[in-house]
T-cell receptor
């Protein structure tokens, strides 16, 4: 069965430090991978996606993610965290053979950046 | 360009009442989706519409119906609300592989 796991419910990082939010997946074939961010009382906003090509994907707000096929991971990273990065982050995967473009979502990771 | 809009923002229902959640997008996207978000469970797909005139069930369709009225609008109806349907509901539309979300409707069923 296809699935996405975000193993950490919450990640705490001091402002200015690098941050990593972890995501692993299980899907047949080559996946399409996504990261979204949700600020309090708001809808989800697209951050970045990996479909093919370079394993390091750059996205909005200085975030990037590294696709690792052997470890079936797609961790979200940022070199220097800001307090304003505090939010809920979701990883999602799409089976490229699914013509309906349905996404399988992780449970989300709450990122807290402390001043 | 408002993107994806949803109404209402917040609603309280009594068990057994019905209501329709409205969603509209102005990005000329063919595909639209309805999700529910519950704490610790991520997003779960209720229904989706690949194009105007078509709808399909997602992961958790029971207790819901949808209508794709035209290309812009995709509504979600609860015929007889239950406390288990207390949740935050998000509508999304898709361009290429990327989904774009509305601000959500917070629903409380007493």
């Amino acid at each position: 069965a296809q699935s996405v796991a975000q193993p950490e419910d919450q990640v705490n990082v001091a402002e200015g430090n690098p941050l990593t939010v972890k995501c692993t997946y299980s899907v047949s074939g080559n996946p399409y991978l996504f990261w979204y961010v949700q600020y309090p009382n708001r809808g989800l906003q697209f951050l970045l996606k990996y479909i093919t090509g370079d394993n390091l994907v750059k996205g909005s707000y200085g975030f990037e993610a590294e696709f690792n096929k052997s470890q079936t991971s797609f961790h979200l990273k940022k070199p220097s965290a800001l307090v304003s990065d505090s939010a809920l982050y979701f990883c999602a995967v799409r089976d490229p053979l699914d013509s309906n473009y349905q996404l399988i979502w992780g449970a989300g990771t709450k990122l807290i950046i402390k001043p | 360009n408002a993107g994806v809009t949803q109404t209402p923002k917040f609603q309280v229902l009594k068990t057994g009442q019905s209501m329709t959640l409205q969603c509209a997008q102005d990005m000329n996207h063919n595909s639209m989706y309805w999700y529910r978000q519950d704490p610790g469970m991520g997003l779960r797909l209720i229904y989706y519409s690949a194009s105007e005139g078509t709808t399909d069930k997602g992961e958790v369709p029971n207790g819901y119906n949808v209508s794709r009225l035209n290309k812009r609008e995709f509504s979600l109806r609860l015929e007889s609300a239950a406390p288990s349907q207390t949740s935050v509901y998000f509508c999304a539309s898709r361009a290429g592989g990327t989904q774009y979300f509305g601000p959500g409707t917070r629903l409380l069923v007493l």
